[in-house]
């Protein structure tokens, strides 16, 4: 399957994020294969985002945070409701 997108996607694109505490950062994805950005199967884990807007470490680790939380928000488990 990887062979049919050979030379399309040699590239991770850039997306931008606005962050309330740091303003506008560059970011990106950076999973193999790179296409797999685009697929619905393809899980995003926190080690996959790249920032690159100059950073410290410590802005770094918060803005990853930040981010991954704004990709995959946290799910409500629906509250069980005895039935009488």
Not at 18 to 34: A, Q, R, V
Not at 48 to 71: A, G, M, N, W
Request: net charge positive; glycine share 4%.
């Amino acid at each position: 399957m990887t062979e049919l997108y050979k030379g399309k996607f040699d590239y991770h694109p850039t997306f931008q994020f606005n962050s309330d505490n740091h303003g506008i950062i560059d970011w990106t994805l950076h999973m193999e294969p790179p296409e797999s950005i685009y697929w619905k199967t393809g899980k995003i884990k926190k080690s996959h985002i790249r920032i690159l807007s100059q950073v410290t470490p410590e802005q770094r680790k918060e803005l990853t945070s930040e981010l991954y939380l704004d990709i995959n928000p946290p799910k409500e488990s629906p509250k069980r409701i005895k039935q009488l």
